[in-house]
């Protein structure tokens, strides 16, 4: 039988006493540990529920169960942590057959961005069928290494690329299912010259 995490908080009603207060008389009671597994942690304690949470309900269901920016990434994060928590959000979508990606910046040459995006096809390499790609004119020169990276994972898939000028935020869709994930959102800059910057994610 799994044994699942559930997390309780403990916060004292009335002064002097404090939460060392209610692990000594926890502790007091040795039988409760022979069945339980009880410990003090700061948030961080809790990031890695935090994000099984979020890959399977979405970031939006934490927030009062209204729709909200469903960003995946803050200015903390490390990028072995963005790695895991976006292949996290990807394998969610196993079984999808028929991938579109809207993404204006999705093709690169750098290995970096290459490389994450052969982890993110693998997560999904074993039912892909076709992937379509909606993106802006001003990429295709860089689609090529990606191309070839997809092929090799996947060599029977099919690909189609749509330029369009339309989509400004990163999505991973599959549209027989109706459902897809956040990859990344648009950032509107107010410098001079500048109208979009895109995220980290790609």
């Not at 997390?7 to 040795?30: G, H, I, L, Q």
């Not at 579109?100 to 994450?116: E, M, Q, Y």
């Not at 039912?127 to 090799?152: C, E, G, H, P």
Request: aromatic content about 10%; overall charge neutral; hydrophobic content about 40%.
């Amino acid at each position: 039988m799994s044994k699942e995490t559930e997390v309780f908080f403990v916060r004292s009603v009335r002064d002097p006493v404090d939460t060392s207060e209610f692990f000594s008389r926890v502790s007091a009671d040795r039988s409760i540990l022979n069945d339980f597994l009880l410990y003090r942690g700061d948030a961080r304690a809790v990031s890695d529920l935090l994000r099984e949470w979020m890959v399977k309900h979405g970031t939006s269901s934490l927030f009062y169960h209204h729709t909200t920016c469903d960003a995946v990434m803050h200015p903390g994060i490390t990028v072995d942590e963005i790695e895991e928590l976006i292949l996290s959000f990807v394998a969610s979508m196993k079984g999808v057959k028929n991938l579109w990606i809207t993404d204006p910046f999705i093709f690169s040459r750098k290995n970096a961005v290459v490389s994450l995006f052969a982890k993110m096809i693998n997560e999904l390499a074993g039912s892909l069928q076709s992937v379509t790609f909606f993106t802006k004119s001003d990429t295709l020169n860089d689609q090529r290494k990606m191309l070839d990276v997809l092929i090799q994972i996947s060599p029977s898939v099919r690909t189609k690329i749509v330029v369009t000028e339309i989509f400004h935020d990163r999505y991973w869709i599959d549209p027989d299912k109706n459902k897809g994930i956040v990859i990344g959102t648009s950032q509107w800059c107010h410098q001079e010259n500048c109208s979009y910057r895109p995220s980290s994610a790609t």
